[in-house]
């Protein structure tokens, strides 16, 4: 039995009202429902964000380059609490200054295989308070890089990058974003599809 048959998943209905809970192993497939997760981006004393590289043995994108990391809360769990928890068990990372940046970000992506993401996914920044000391089965690689490089190679090379990760990064600022670009609507209800 894997950790994502153990832990579950908030489900949510299109007003993003929870309505349930399940798996998180069942939530990812051809028929994913809406459920809740999180992004966070996390900046070192230099102002680099962390890139990293998922590793091959993640169910959805595999290998790809993403933001820091990103999970799931617990049903009852606050989502401050999950990104520490995350942190913590993704990159061996202790979290200060964690702040909510795109609180209502939601994304439908599917990937080449077939699998789906639904998610509302609340987008947070933070800042490393620990050496980072990555876990192997859920990241390869990792890099600090400046917030302009960052945002050059997304621009030049967006496949390289998670779908999620190109969506925000069109919407936030420190990534030459804007919380008001091309997507339209307002920052409280947005709606992105990547597939």
């Not at 998943?9 to 429902?33: F, M, N």
């Not at 590289?53 to 959805?60: D, I, P």
């Not at 999970?71 to 993704?90: K, N, S």
Request: glycine content about 6%; hydrophobic content about 45%; some cysteine.
């Amino acid at each position: 039995m894997s950790l994502s048959d153990i832990e579950e998943v908030v489900l949510l209905d299109a007003d993003d009202r929870a309505i349930g809970r399940a798996p998180k192993s069942s939530v990812h497939g051809a028929d994913t429902a809406r459920h809740l997760a999180f992004s966070c981006h996390v900046f070192n004393e230099r102002e680099e964000l962390l890139v990293t590289r998922r590793a091959l043995s993640k169910q959805t994108w595999p290998g790809v380059w993403t933001n820091s990391f990103c999970g799931h809360p617990a049903p009852a769990e606050t989502l401050v609490h999950a990104i520490r928890r995350r942190g913590e068990f993704e990159l061996g990372l202790l979290l200060d200054g964690i702040e909510p940046v795109l609180p209502f970000f939601h994304y439908r992506a599917t990937d080449a295989s077939g699998l789906v993401e639904n998610e509302l996914c609340p987008v947070y920044t933070a800042y490393a308070a620990s050496e980072l000391e990555p876990h192997p089965g859920e990241v390869m690689d990792f890099a600090w890089v400046s917030p302009q490089r960052l945002a050059s190679a997304i621009e030049h090379a967006p496949w390289a990058f998670s779908p999620w990760f190109v969506l925000q990064a069109r919407l936030l600022p420190f990534l030459g974003g804007s919380l008001h670009d091309s997507l339209g609507g307002s920052l409280d209800r947005r709606e992105a599809i990547a597939s």
